[in-house]
């Protein structure tokens, strides 16, 4: 992974890959003209705007599909052939108007050749002026292209969506690079929940102060450790409590805020509970705050050791009954450890372990729409509507939130429990527990 990611578009000569550069850097760098192969170096420019959430380096390349084989074009081929093993994402460009014999080829090279399989791509098809011609794209879905994202350059036809992609793809791999870690881990809860033992027992050495005395801590304490071959960062937070408590103390309010900079910052919160207090509602409110930051989360358990007379079905039950006082844990993966004990302590870091390999996670467009097709047609609820919703296409535009773009027929239609539905759906289908699901509804076409 480079530095800063590096971001190249490519395809065949005259499909607009110039103008999608000028588009995309707000700059005239490339020449456009509709005589093929103006293009002939690498262009790159620094990209650092607000619509982008990271710095990145735009190239544009030549196009590919040079007929002359003399010394100019074999290198124009080999330089951008350097160029595209070099790129953190692939912006492939395709025309809508004219499907040649070069795009079959290179489609192939992206979706066959080991060196590529790993990369991000992005498959633009240009030229889609019109609203229907997102429709009509059957020619390159044959293609075997695994997901399609119709655009107009010239028309700015979807390219604010294309934005939402590029940072779906770039943040995704940018996300701990500076601090040289694989992800991080927030602990949080109340006060006296376990969170500095927990730290302490991971950590093999008394790195936060634990006390019985509520709020021992105040500051985010953080240490780094290698698990099965990842850096990870744990960092212990101030206990969390009541905002009545927090507003009257200057320094629990700073602990406070810290400690909600710490949520933001971190990929990954372990929330704990005391085993013998259960969870009671400042806990959901802990649990609501953790939501509103859109993080993955685990639901920990500790101080099992002091739940006394247990058999095998003894946490099956816990969890039942708490599950049963607050239904949203239902979608949330739920252990039971002792800390102090350092029983199961690692169990944590395994689960941790498992959620940051599905941050990564990415479905394509075809089978997002294909099964939310299917569950919105086995809901009976949607099947008896006077007028039914419509869904024409939808893309995943985000891992963590796993947020999925819908563009629709009628906003009004998509209420809550049909989101819910959908969410659940989601959730169940690509094992996703623990994840914030985010439906965004859109109208497929503009309100005149």
């Known amino acids: 992974m480079n530095a800063v990611p590096k971001v190249t578009i490519v395809g065949r000569q005259n499909v607009g890959k110039s103008s999608l550069f000028n588009l995309l850097s707000k700059t005239k760098l490339a020449i456009t003209h509709d005589y093929p192969g103006v293009t002939r170096d690498i262009l790159e420019t620094t990209i650092k705007r607000k619509e982008f959430q990271t710095q990145f380096v735009l190239c544009d390349s030549p196009g590919l599909d040079l007929e002359k084989t003399d010394e100019l074009s074999t290198n124009i081929i080999r330089r951008a052939e350097e160029q595209l093993n070099s790129s953190d994402l692939i912006v492939f460009v395709l025309d809508k108007t004219e499907v040649t014999e070069y795009d079959y080829k290179l489609a192939e090279l992206f979706m066959r050749d080991k060196n590529f399989q790993k990369k991000d791509i992005i ?41 939402e992609k590029m940072n779906f793809f770039l943040t995704s791999r940018t996300g701990n690079a500076e601090k040289n870690i694989d992800y991080s881990i927030s602990i949080i809860g109340k006060p006296n929940s376990g969170k500095s033992s927990l730290l302490n027992a991971l950590s093999g050495q008394e790195r936060a102060v634990v006390s019985n005395v509520p709020g021992t801590t105040r500051d985010s304490i953080n240490f780094i450790l290698t698990h099965k071959e990842k850096v990870i960062e744990i960092i212990d937070t101030a206990g969390i409590r009541k905002q009545s408590k927090v507003s009257k103390d200057k320094i629990e309010f700073l602990s406070f805020n810290r400690t909600i900079k710490t949520i933001e910052s971190s990929n990954i919160v372990v929330h704990m509970i005391d085993a013998e207090k259960g969870v009671g509602e400042f806990d959901k409110k ?90 919105m047609s086995e809901n009976k609820m949607i099947g008896i509507m006077k007028r039914a919703p419509k869904l024409y296409y939808s893309t995943q535009v985000s891992t963590s939130p796993f947020k999925v773009l819908c563009f629709v027929n009628d906003e009004s239609l998509f209420k809550k ?32």
């Open 286 to 375: 802990i649990f609501g705050l953790i939501r509103e930051k859109k993080k993955p989360l685990l639901l920990v358990i500790n101080k099992w050791d002091l739940i006394q007379e247990k058999d095998s079905n003894t946490f099956e039950k816990y969890k039942k009954h708490i599950i049963s006082r607050f239904f949203a844990l239902k979608e949330v993966p739920i252990i039971s450890i002792s800390a102090t004990q350092r029983q199961r302590i690692f169990r944590v870091l395994n689960e941790c372990d498992e959620i940051h390999r599905k941050l990564s996670f990415k479905v394509s467009t075809s089978k997002l729409n294909q099964d939310i097709q299917k569950w």
């Open 417 to 448: 429990p049909v989101l819910t539905y959908l969410k659940k759906r989601i959730l169940e289908e690509y094992d996703l527990k623990g994840f914030d699901v985010e439906i965004e509804i859109r109208p497929h076409r503009k309100k005149r």
């Open 123 to 163: 498959y633009c098809v240009n030229k889609a002026d019109k609203e229907e011609d997102d429709l009509d794209l059957e020619l390159f879905y044959r293609i075997g292209l695994p997901e399609i994202l119709p655009i107009s350059v010239k028309g700015r036809r979807n390219i604010k969506l294309l934005i």
